[in-house]
């Protein structure tokens, strides 16, 4: 179902201070940052080989990202699949009995269609289905 890691995304304190870290130590290509209003976070994307690595930042303590925090301190937060089809994959994905989140595809970073299993049915890792936005 799924064709290859679309991205890892990485929940921290903050942008500013770990961008230089992946850019100017681990010498990754910072690729943009953007504002996703409704997950009220910052993100700073950076381009590994085939895939991403997202770092979020929370742009309000009632951000998602802020409650992970919380609760787990900054680190790894989720890994998402690319899919060729979002509402497809999250249809499959109930149809084995895997609760999701997102019933439905919403938009997140980058204009892509995208749904999170809930992390109790995934064994502790939030997952992502994404369908990249050609
Ligand atoms: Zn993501």
Known sequence: MVKKISHIGYAVESLEEQIPFYRDILGLEL????????????????SIGDTRIELLEPSSPESPIAKFMEKRGPGIHHIAYEVDDCKSAIRAMEAHGIRMIDTEPR?????????????????????ELTEEHQ
Do not use: N, S, W, Y
Not at 31 to 46: K, P, S
Not at 107 to 127: C, D, M, R, S, Y
């Open 107 to 127: 938009g997140g970073a980058g204009g892509h269609k995208i749904a999170f299993a809930h992390p109790k049915a995934t064994f502790g890792i939030l997952t």
């Open 31 to 46: 690729t943009g940052t953007e504002e996703v209003e409704d997950q009220m976070v910052r993100v700073a994307f950076f």
